[in-house]
């Protein structure tokens, strides 16, 4: 991850270890405007305060809070502040290509719509955000960009629907459950899953969650966090179960471990040392 911190711009950018996902850029520029320029991604932008407004095919958009964003591959652009105070942004760089996230047949509709009003679309792409920026938590982040890139494949071809939103398959649901239960320790890739059960992501996710009432990520991390009790009350070190178990490091165990027990590991195995 890269930051960068200027009196009183700064930006902080990474490459996520998700598929589809080319870069993440955070940024809040008061004075800096874009000029004409092309990005070989998608660039889908939301703005947190103040607004921009840019130039896109002759015609001239808005970002106003609330507003989602969406710019083709290779159509020039550019960028500005609409408000004195400038702009809080953040931006997702989606590769395009036939398998990412949004394919090239979707260019000549975002060039015509750019900018997006949905509530949904925006909060799902708010917690897409959250998981690119928590290390070890890349199958959330894949789950979550499936379920954003079919929605806006769902406003780019209004009335058509989206070939990957079919009804829940109970089938495919308990394959990925098999899946995930065999893979506890090592995890599984989204993508890679999605080629083991031959079903789109987006599928997979909706049929898993509506199947068990919780999210794939989800399930996987309650079946380390369980484990992790065992180990924890047989005197193991936090440390050690967490790297035994799969987990990012030490306080990738301990935010999920106290979302799912409701304490840190530590108090947790320092209660069961007590009795």
């Known amino acids: 991850m890269v930051e960068r911190e200027t009196d009183p711009d700064r930006i902080t950018a990474w490459r996520p270890e998700v598929k589809g996902v080319a870069e993440v850029f955070h940024a809040h520029f008061t004075h800096h405007s874009y000029p004409m320029h092309v990005h070989d991604t998608w660039t889908l932008l939301i703005v947190d305060e103040g607004a921009i407004r840019y130039d896109l095919e002759r015609h001239e958009h808005g970002t106003p809070l609330g507003t989602v964003s969406l710019l083709p591959p290779g159509v020039p652009h550019n960028g500005s502040a609409a408000t004195p105070d400038g702009f809080r942004k953040r931006v997702l760089y989606l590769e395009a290509s036939d398998d990412g996230p949004l394919d090239t047949s979707l260019i000549g509709a975002a060039a015509d ?75 599984v890739g989204l993508e890679e899953a999605s080629g083991v059960i031959d079903a789109h992501p987006a599928h997979l996710v909706r049929s898993f969650s509506a199947a068990y009432g919780i999210a794939p990520h989800q399930y996987l991390m309650a079946r380390r966090v369980d484990r992790a009790r065992r180990l924890l009350l047989a005197g193991r070190p936090v440390g050690e179960v967490a790297a035994d178990l799969g987990f990012y490091d030490q306080s990738h165990l301990t935010r999920h471990f106290k979302r799912v027990v409701g304490i840190p590991p530590g108090r947790y195995a320092h209660a069961s040392a007590r009795r």
């Open 113 to 187: 719509s750019p900018d997006l009003v949905d509530p949904l679309l925006r909060h799902r792409i708010g917690q897409l955000h959250t998981a690119l920026g928590r290390p070890g938590d890349e199958l959330e982040a894949a789950a979550r960009l499936a379920l954003v890139g079919e929605r806006l494949r769902e406003r780019l071809r209004p009335g058509v629907g989206d070939p990957v939103r079919a009804v829940p398959d109970r089938r495919v649901a308990d394959r990925l459950r098999q899946l995930l239960d065999a893979r506890v320790v090592d995890g």
